[in-house]
């Protein structure tokens, strides 16, 4: 199978966490993974989803591309140009986001691309993501 792109954009409001939740379960359901890995990247997305709304704002929108392949799925989270973390609470959620996507995921980084800053975390079939701790 080729790669698939699907991108999803939704408004930065918490609301809205149990859509991106429930599309990348829907996504990675027909790979093959276990139970305990679409669970993971249940969260990866999540996760991923509150730390780029927060670091926007609700008047803003998180846009999340999912890149479907045989072995793995790849989830990149636009943060804007204007991310931010204003506040000693955000940016302590901000700091547990981070340390979920690490721990779900097979690899975590933030990067840049054209769009500008983004959060990009791969979850692949197969790889015991406990393996190394």
Known sequence: MAEDHI???VPAKGEYAKTVRMTAAALVSRMGMTYDEVDDVRIAAEEAFVYAADSLGEDEEVTMDFIVGDEAIEIVTTLGDQARF????????AAY?????????????????????????????????DADA
Do not use: N, Y
């Open 7 to 9: 991108t999803l954009t």
């Open 86 to 93: 204003d506040d000693e609470d955000t940016e302590r959620r």
């Open 97 to 129: 986001a981070t340390f979920i996507l690490q721990s779900v995921c097979d690899r975590f980084e933030m990067s840049s691309d054209d769009r500008g800053p983004c959060l990009r975390v791969v979850k692949a079939k197969g790889v015991d993501t």
